[in-house]
T-cell receptor, first 107, second 115 residues
Framework: GQNIDQPTEMTATEGAIVQINCTYQTSGFNGLFWYQQHAGEAPTFLSYNVLDGLEEKGRFSSFLSRSKGYSYLLLKELQMKDSASYLCAVGDYKLSFGAGTTVTVRA | DAMVIQNPRYQVTQFGKPVTLSCSQTLNHNVMYWYQQKSSQAPKLLFHYYDKDFNNEADTPDNFQSRRPNTSFCFLDIRSPGLGDAAMYLC??????????????FGPGTRLTVL
């Protein structure tokens, strides 16, 4: 089975940087995904990590350490539209999701 | 544009009255999933189809059934909805190949209200 933990809420100021941590315990690991979900909407894919290290995609970066069962999503130059829930998920074609971290960006 | 479509977006049903939610995709993906998501909780996988092969999660109640008549369409049937079944139901698809290209694409969801 999978056990995925992430903080419930985070608040940051527009233009700042926020790091969302995710720890997981899994019987098998095939990859880690980050999804963004705005309130009342479907999740949308942000990033994927399968090897240790940092993957950068514009303002968003994701890091993975398989030995530690740890990942983080880094959001830089925060914008108001980044206010959303960020879901960490582990698996391959079948995913187990964390409960999500609600990020609130304040002006 | 290729996409995942869910109908209806909002569904209101009465306690115990059967309801069917539909999902269609133009991505030609092999795998279709149904998730249940309650407020501030993780999406919970109910079942998925890999092509025609149906895979039920161990803790999915018998009250939930699914049909996939062809590659493009998948239905979620709730035989006797209870108050605890009120949630957002998300349909997703993926190629099933695994790896970085095998992200799941989600539909907009159907919000079910049970009166």
């Amino acid at each position: 089975g999978q056990n995925i933990d992430q903080p419930t809420e985070m608040t940051a100021t527009e233009g700042a940087i926020v790091q969302i941590n995710c720890t997981y315990q899994t019987s098998g690991f095939n990859g880690l995904f980050w999804y963004q979900q705005h309130a009342g909407e479907a999740p949308t894919f942000l990033s994927y990590n399968v090897l240790d290290g940092l993957e950068e995609k514009g303002r968003f970066s994701s890091f993975l350490s398989r030995s530690k069962g740890y990942s983080y999503l880094l959001l830089k130059e925060l914008q108001m539209k980044d206010s959303a829930s960020y879901l960490c998920a582990v698996g391959d074609y079948k995913l187990s999701f964390g409960a999500g971290t609600t990020v609130t960006v304040r002006a | 544009d290729a996409m995942v479509i869910q109908n209806p977006r909002y569904q209101v049903t009465q306690f115990g009255k059967p309801v069917t939610l539909s999902c269609s995709q133009t991505l030609n993906h092999n795998v279709m999933y149904w998730y249940q998501q309650k407020s501030s909780q993780a999406p919970k996988l109910l079942f998925h189809y890999y092509d025609k092969d149906f895979n039920n999660e161990a803790d999915t109640p018998d009250n939930f059934q699914s049909r996939r008549p062809n590659t493009s369409f998948c239905f979620l049937d709730i035989r006797s909805p209870g108050l605890g079944d009120a949630a957002m139901y998300l349909c997703a698809t993926s190629s099933g190949a695994g790896g970085p290209t095998d992200t799941q694409y989600f539909g907009p969801g159907t919000r079910l209200t049970v009166l």
